[in-house]
């Protein structure tokens, strides 16, 4: 996950006072800017890495002054995935250095406010756009991140299925306020497709078939003008190209926001637009 927006996270990060957990995070962070580096990705800026003990989520990375953070959560320190946290964030902090078009803020607001005013009128819906958008920027991370887990074996094949098969949920939201419902509703299922196609993107397997029997349930339960969209998300998701302008990407951006809200929002079922396969 990265941050390049004001976030109250950010205002409540401090250190930690635990040498122990720091060293844990100091050779973690060693080993994995090597890995970065050796696989042609090195980092000529400054990063600091702190840990926030009641962060909610694994870790964010944001820019720093002429440099960038990394802030862990305290389960993150103690986990097997800390070194890929970390590579993850340093992949996101690499895209951001390098000026990939899915870490350029301004495109992204950009694409965010040409959807007005009413579609993000309550704090739920903001907060689910803008995980929408950090859905994209974490998949294009990762396509250096799980490249170089992949290539030096940093995590066992079965322990990456898992990890992205228990991104996908089979439960839907219920409650009084039915748009609610379907926004959060659509939400999961969009996140559902970005777990499966980031699955598919680097031939992770689905182990038992778990995320698509885990998915075909939750879509079997929400409202059949969301379920019937999932293949829009999944094929956008899947196939998102390296090289891709500012213009495209916000072109890309828009569309599959518009999409989104038009679903969410009951409207008249949108063409699903065309989406070219990666270079």
């Known amino acids: 996950m990265s941050v390049r927006r004001n976030t109250t996270v950010a205002k409540t990060t401090a250190p930690t006072s635990d040498s122990a957990s720091s060293e844990i995070v100091k050779k973690a962070y060693l080993s994995a800017s090597r890995m970065l580096k050796e696989s042609g990705f090195g980092?000529?800026?400054?990063?600091?890495?702190?840990?926030?003990?009641?962060?909610?989520?694994?870790?964010?990375?944001?820019?720093?002054?002429?440099?960038?953070?990394i802030v862990v959560s305290g389960g993150a320190v103690e986990s097997m995935m800390l070194e890929g946290l970390l590579l993850?964030?340093?992949?996101?902090?690499?895209?951001?250095?390098?000026?990939?078009?899915?870490?350029?803020?301004?495109?992204?607001?950009?694409?965010?406010?040409?959807?007005?005013?009413?579609a993000l009128e309550h704090d739920y819906q903001r907060k689910i756009i803008y995980d929408l958008t950090n859905n994209i920027e974490d998949l294009y991370a990762d396509d250096i991140a799980v490249r170089i887990m992949k290539d030096d074996k940093t995590l066992p094949p079965d322990l990456m299925s898992r990890f992205l098969q228990d991104w996908v949920k089979s439960e839907p939201a219920e409650g009084k306020d039915a748009t609610k419902v379907r926004w959060l509703n659509g939400w999961t299922m969009a996140n559902n497709a970005r777990a499966i196609g980031q699955m598919a993107r680097h031939n992770v397997e689905d182990l038992g078939g778990r995320a698509a029997a885990e998915n075909q349930r939750f879509l079997s339960k929400i409202d059949a003008s969301i379920a019937n969209r999932f293949g829009y998300f999944l094929n956008l998701l899947t196939n998102l190209r390296e090289n891709i302008t500012d213009d495209e990407y916000r072109k890309l951006l828009m569309d599959y926001l518009r999409n989104f809200?038009?679903?969410?929002?009951?409207?008249?079922?949108?063409p699903a637009s065309k989406v070219e396969k990666r270079e």
């Open 43 to 69: 980092l000529k800026s400054d990063v600091k890495v702190a840990i926030d003990p009641q962060l909610p989520f694994m870790g964010y990375s944001m820019p720093l002054g002429r440099g960038y953070r």
């Open 88 to 118: 993850h964030e340093l992949s996101h902090i690499y895209r951001m250095k390098t000026g990939h078009p899915s870490h350029n803020a301004q495109v992204v607001e950009e694409a965010v406010e040409s959807l007005g005013e009413q």
């Open 261 to 270: 809200v038009k679903m969410v929002e009951n409207h008249s079922e949108v």
